[in-house]
Nanobody, 124 residues
Framework: QVQLVESGGGSVQAGGSLRLSCAAS???????????MGWFRQAPGKEREGVAS???????SYADSVKGRFTISKDNAKNTLYLQMNSLKPEDTAVYYC???????????????WGQGTQVTVSS
């Protein structure tokens, strides 16, 4: 069983930065269950959308809306996934979720394992 816990959300003014973390539980190891991981977000009244994804070899993909502003990374030794968010905009406001799977879903929200989400609010 893969258990993921996000943290690092909060409120920030436009132009600010936040770093989200997604920690795997102590009973979860960075095995093939987590070869592919991603960050997603969902704003009120909107569908969940892919923000960034990372593969087991470190290859990354980003939504066009966040390219150049967000960076996804992971620390296998700490069993933790990160999302560094810079130059935040009000339209980035959403609940952010991390996800993991053995299958490469990329930015498609079909991952098998999900965290509970963390709120990010960007004010103008």
């Amino acid at each position: 069983q893969v258990q993921l816990v996000e943290s690092g959300g909060g409120s920030v003014q436009a132009g600010g930065s936040l770093r989200l973390s997604c920690a795997a539980s102590e009973y979860t190891y960075m095995t093939y269950y987590m070869d592919y991981m991603g960050w997603f977000r969902q704003a009120p009244g909107k569908e969940r959308e892919g923000v960034a994804s990372i593969e087991y070899d470190g290859s990354t993909s980003y939504a066009d809306s966040v390219k150049g502003r967000f960076t996804i990374s992971k620390d296998n030794a700490k069993n933790t996934l990160y999302l560094q968010m810079n130059s935040l905009k009000p339209e980035d406001t959403a609940v952010y979720y991390c996800a993991a799977d053995r299958i490469n879903w990329g930015l498609w929200p079909r991952y098998n394992y999900w965290g509970q989400g963390t709120q990010v609010t960007v004010s103008s």
